[in-house]
């Protein structure tokens, strides 16, 4: 709300008008973030962070934001650090296991051969879970199951009520 005050002669009266103002959106400001580079866009603008800042606080160049907030996903290394910047995780969680496996995997950025060390799994069984190539085993699925249980990062977000 912006008021104007106006003040006559005193013989006169004064006046105040009231203008209600409202922000307007930057161009290419993302009401509804769907991709990872909307997500940090958003986030940017609403901080009021240039891109270059946000290079630095994640680690990248200044030419990899431009690049993610125009369409391209981020490599997965970089995802535990946008998720620190956000101060959320910007893609759902899967209710199957292995849906969820892949979001563990996506959120801490981990390559195949590093889910596979936490695993005890060869990554090349991995990679076919994930890809869909091949469907685990029951027994496999049971050990899927029970290493997601077992770790100690957020995989169930809480959903909204």
């Known amino acids: 709300m912006c008021t104007f005050l106006y003040y006559s002669d005193p013989k006169r009266h004064s006046f105040s008008i009231q203008i209600p103002l409202e922000k307007q959106p930057l161009p290419?400001?993302?009401e509804?973030?769907?991709t990872v580079g909307e997500h940090i866009r958003k986030k940017r603008i609403d901080l009021g962070?240039?891109?270059r800042e946000v290079a630095e606080i994640i680690g990248v160049t200044e030419s990899s934001i431009w690049n993610w907030e125009h369409g391209t996903e981020p490599e997965l290394q970089y995802n535990p650090k946008i998720i620190e910047f956000l101060g959320y995780v910007p893609f759902d969680c899967p209710d199957d296991a292995i849906g969820r496996l892949a979001w563990y995997r996506r959120v801490n950025g981990l390559t195949?051969?590093?889910l596979g060390?936490?695993?005890q799994r060869h990554p090349d069984q991995l990679q076919e879970w994930l890809s869909g190539t091949r469907i685990p085993f029951r027994k496999?699925?049971?050990?899927?199951e029970m290493f997601l249980e077992n770790q100690k990062t957020f995989l169930?977000?809480?959903k909204e009520t």
Do not use: V
């Open 140 to 144: 496999n699925q049971e050990k899927i």
């Open 32 to 34: 509804f973030p769907i």
């Open 112 to 114: 195949l051969n590093e």
């Open 49 to 51: 962070l240039l891109q």
């Open 28 to 30: 290419g400001y993302p």
């Open 117 to 119: 060390q936490q695993m």
């Open 156 to 158: 169930m977000p809480e």
